[in-house]
């Protein structure tokens, strides 16, 4: 576990050969200073990991970065794109897994919102207030995409008919509870490895919902 001590934040730019960080679930509150040399970089779990976006400092730069993952966290889009912005100039990052943040929902462009990259192959966004229109535009910042996790969010058949239709290879939509067993069929049948299971739902009929979930009350 990484802990504030005397102010300073650990630096992990001491270890100047480090390619592999997995920081998940260690009750993180605070970003360590990073080394350059990282390729793989998980985050995800630490519900209470928040940076401001004028927290991040040039010098914690990942240009070399392949996989960023900040599930579960509080990070805000301005954060996640200032951290992947080096790697996605470099052309270098591979996969993308910011899904069930809790970050405020907004009407301004994808494009404001989400890191564009030529390169990102695996993108999830699991588990967001995100509906088929808010979808469509943000996969179309991925022109590479060929996984997707968009577990628990509100899309239904339309957007699924699109993300075959981008040549996607393989879906997660567990829990999305919108789309018809027609549609999983017809994406199975195009030879599209879909993941798909509606889950528990609540006696009166409403879906179970990160929303509704432990971990986002605990930010209430």
């Not at 179309?140 to 239709?165: H, N, Q, W």
């Not at 829990?175 to 069929?185: K, L």
């Amino acid at each position: 576990m990484f802990v504030q001590q005397n102010g300073d934040l650990f630096d992990a730019t001491t270890w100047t050969q480090l390619e592999y960080l997995d920081l998940s679930n260690t009750q993180l509150k605070h970003l360590p200073k990073m080394p350059e040399t990282l390729k793989h970089l998980n985050l995800s779990g630490n519900t209470q990991l928040h940076v401001g976006d004028d927290e991040v400092e040039a010098p914690n730069e990942m240009p070399l970065l392949e996989t960023f993952n900040c599930e579960s966290t509080n990070f805000s889009p301005g954060v996640v794109r200032i951290l992947t912005e080096p790697s996605i100039k470099n052309g270098n990052l591979k996969t993308l897994l910011i899904g069930k943040r809790i970050a405020e929902h907004r009407s301004t462009p994808v494009i404001d919102e989400y890191p564009a990259s030529d390169t990102v192959e695996e993108l999830s966004l699991s588990h967001m207030q995100i509906n088929d229109t808010r979808m469509l535009q943000i996969i179309e910042l991925y022109p590479m995409l060929k996984k997707l996790d968009v577990s628990g969010t509100k899309i239904t058949g339309v957007a699924v008919r699109r993300f075959v239709d981008k040549g996607m290879q393989k879906l997660n939509l567990n829990e999305c509870v919108d789309i018809s067993q027609d549609a999983i069929d017809w994406a199975r049948g195009q030879g599209i490895e879909v993941t798909f299971s509606t889950g528990a739902v609540a006696v009166a009929g409403s879906r179970k919902s990160f929303w509704n979930s432990s971990f986002a009350r605990s930010f209430a």
